[in-house]
């Protein structure tokens, strides 16, 4: 089995920051791409972030210049640092990843962490 669990998350106001962490355990042979997305309620989840294995990024654009994800393939963790944070921004953010485990290629799910961003 593989678990993602997410931390970091919190009550931040406009202009603050925060940064979040996934970590992937179990039974992992390898992991892929990692990403970040994010849910508003009444909203569909939308890609935040993502990075290749071989540290290749690409952002939502209303992130570019405030997020930044980045790796740390020997903990099997991924990271998303966020400044400058908006109201707009606030929402559950989820951790994914593409692991190859038990033979065969697959996403996982993080259970989520609350992000919420007011004054």
């Known amino acids: 089995q593989v678990h993602l669990v997410e931390s970091g998350g919190g009550l931040v106001q406009p202009g603050g920051s925060l940064r979040l962490s996934c970590a992937a355990s179990?039974?992992?042979?390898?992991?892929?791409?990692m990403a970040w997305y994010r849910q508003a309620p009444g909203k569909q989840r939308d890609l935040v972030a993502h990075?290749?294995?071989?540290?290749?990024?690409n952002y939502l654009d209303s992130v570019k210049g405030r997020f930044t994800i980045s790796r740390e393939n020997d903990k099997n963790t991924v990271y998303l640092q966020m400044n400058n944070l908006k109201p707009a921004d606030t929402a559950v953010y989820y951790c994914?990843?593409?692991?190859?485990?038990?033979?065969?290629?697959?996403?996982?799910w993080g259970q989520g962490t609350q992000v919420t961003v007011s004054s």
């Open positions: 179990g039974n992992i042979f390898s992991i892929y791409t």
């Open positions: 990075i290749t294995s071989g540290g290749s990024t």
């Open positions: 994914y990843a593409n692991i190859y485990s038990a033979l065969q290629v697959r996403g996982y």
